[in-house]
């Protein structure tokens, strides 16, 4: 469970514009930061439908501080974010003072229905939203509860209506590339002493071929990671690290990562928005070895990566794959986690221009994949119990998915396999079909 969080008094909308911009660059971070060194096998939890995602409440506090990581993640304006804040906080319940005041936890459905009965903007509705669904997965982490299928649609129809919305009060949700070839949105940042506390995005692995510079490829995390798989299927290897002194003996070399924002500045210290991450050869040598993997990950699964465990994710190239995705230190942080790279080369950059690919954009096209995996598991399932016209149905309707979907990337991959599947199909019908003649 996590550190109880202070409340923020609605008695004046003056303390949440000082919890946007007082102390660190993410300053809405008042819980503490445990580190672990401890490095273990990746882990992964299947999802089941065991219990519903209405036995996990949220609280004010909870909620509120997300909804400040929403605040940095999107660069809402001070004037858009401290009314949310003000409206939020209005659900404890007061005691004899103004310093007397019970936390308030409702599950998220309530909260939704709340926002959607108040007087909020439809954009600040929005961010309300994306941050219940992020702050849902957070107590379920926290609690170490599995997230079930059911509680991923319920956080993924949160976060893609937020994603898509026009927002025209200021608030915009930005995509950027990552150095592993994915896109990342980032949804909620909460950053402590210039390192992440907490920091939850969206990410996608397009079928576009780009799947970053192989080169630097092994990888480790400062914070401990999760990953929620949305669609699609992503491998993951993880590796061991051994130092040696000698270039003949050594596979790669360590490299120092920074990162540069919109201003140019370059460090050490994160950044949620940056426009390039250079690495840098420490000259510190060392040979990997592939300890575990692959380890495959589809949709609804769910996978951690321990703080500074070396590891790589391999996507096919012509496939989508979308996750939800956090680094929370207050599961393990580690200073040192660097990159693996060539032993022989000096620096490189990965620019984080997403070349006009919007988060929007990213958001409906795993929307509209989710929609063919359900279609084609269904189809598939209805074969196996030969269910011939509901394979047929389910089947059609995957294919017509990508009729009009000249804004999906290889969309002909996902038609060729559901026609596959009809074709299997069809002469089942056609053996039916003749069977039935036959005994008229």
């Known amino acids: 469970m996590e550190a109880p969080q202070p409340a923020i008094s609605s008695s004046n909308a003056e303390v949440c514009e000082q919890q946007l911009t007082a102390g660190d660059v993410d300053p809405c971070v008042a819980a503490s930061t445990e580190t672990s060194g401890e490095t273990v096998n990746i882990a992964e939890t299947g999802g089941d439908d065991k219990g519903a995602h209405n036995e996990c409440s949220i609280s004010t506090s909870a909620l509120s501080?997300?909804?400040?990581?929403?605040?940095?993640?999107?660069?809402?304006?001070?004037?858009?974010?401290?009314?949310?804040?003000?409206?939020?906080?209005?659900?404890?319940?007061?005691?004899?003072?103004?310093?007397?005041?019970?936390?308030?936890?409702?599950?998220?459905?309530?909260?939704?229905?709340?926002?959607?009965?108040?007087?909020?903007?439809?954009?600040?509705?929005?961010?309300?939203?994306?941050?219940?669904?992020?702050?849902?997965?957070r107590e379920k982490a926290r609690r170490s509860q599995d997230a079930t299928p059911a509680d991923l649609a319920m956080v993924w129809d949160l976060v893609r209506g937020a994603i898509t919305h026009p927002m025209t009060t200021g608030p915009c949700f930005s995509a950027s590339r990552s150095s592993q070839g994915f896109l990342a949105v980032p949804l909620c940042s909460l950053l402590k002493e210039g390192n992440i506390d907490e920091l939850y995005r969206f990410h996608v692995w397009l079928p576009d071929g780009q799947r970053g510079n192989l080169d630097f490829a092994v990888h480790s995390h400062q914070a401990f990671a999760q990953?929620?798989?949305?669609?699609?299927?992503?491998?993951?290897?993880?590796?061991?690290?051994?130092?040696?002194?000698?270039?003949?003996?050594?596979?790669?070399?360590?490299?120092?990562?920074?990162?540069?924002?919109?201003?140019?500045?370059?460090?050490?210290?994160?950044?949620t928005h940056q426009t390039s991450s250079p690495v840098v050869n420490t000259k510190k040598l060392g040979r990997t070895t592939c300890m575990a993997g692959p380890s495959v990950h589809t949709r609804d699964m769910s996978y951690y990566i321990p703080s500074a465990v070396y590891h790589s994710t391999e996507v096919a190239s012509d496939t989508l794959h979308a996750t939800l995705f956090?680094?929370?230190?207050?599961?393990?942080?580690?200073?040192?986690?660097?990159?693996?790279?060539?032993?022989?080369?000096?620096?490189?950059?990965?620019?984080?221009?997403?070349?006009?690919?919007?988060?929007?954009?990213?958001?409906?096209?795993?929307?509209?994949?989710?929609?063919?995996?359900?279609l084609m598991e269904q189809g598939r399932q209805d074969s196996k119990d030969a269910k011939w016209l509901g394979a047929l149905e389910a089947f059609s309707k995957a294919l017509n998915l990508f009729e009009s979907a000249a804004d999906f990337p290889n969309a002909k991959r996902c038609q060729k396999q559901a026609l596959d599947q009809l074709d299997a199909v069809w002469p089942k019908l056609e053996a039916i079909r003749e069977a039935l003649q036959s005994l008229s």
């Open 65 to 137: 501080r997300v909804f400040c990581g929403v605040v940095v993640a999107t660069k809402t304006p001070k004037e858009v974010a401290a009314p949310i804040h003000e409206w939020i906080s209005s659900f404890e319940k007061k005691g004899t003072s103004d310093h007397d005041a019970t936390v308030t936890s409702l599950r998220p459905e309530k909260w939704c229905e709340a926002a959607a009965s108040s007087s909020l903007h439809e954009d600040s509705e929005q961010l309300v939203r994306v941050a219940i669904g992020v702050a849902f997965l």
């Open 227 to 271: 990953s929620w798989i949305l669609a699609g299927m992503g491998k993951d290897y993880q590796y061991t690290f051994e130092p040696v002194t000698s270039m003949e003996d050594a596979t790669h070399a360590v490299y120092a990562l920074s990162w540069t924002d919109n201003n140019k500045n370059t460090s050490a210290t994160y950044k």
């Open 326 to 374: 956090v680094f929370d230190s207050h599961r393990g942080f580690v200073k040192d986690a660097p990159v693996l790279g060539p032993k022989d080369s000096e620096s490189s950059t990965q620019m984080r221009d997403p070349a006009g690919v919007t988060p929007a954009a990213l958001a409906k096209m795993v929307e509209k994949l989710r929609q063919w995996e359900v």
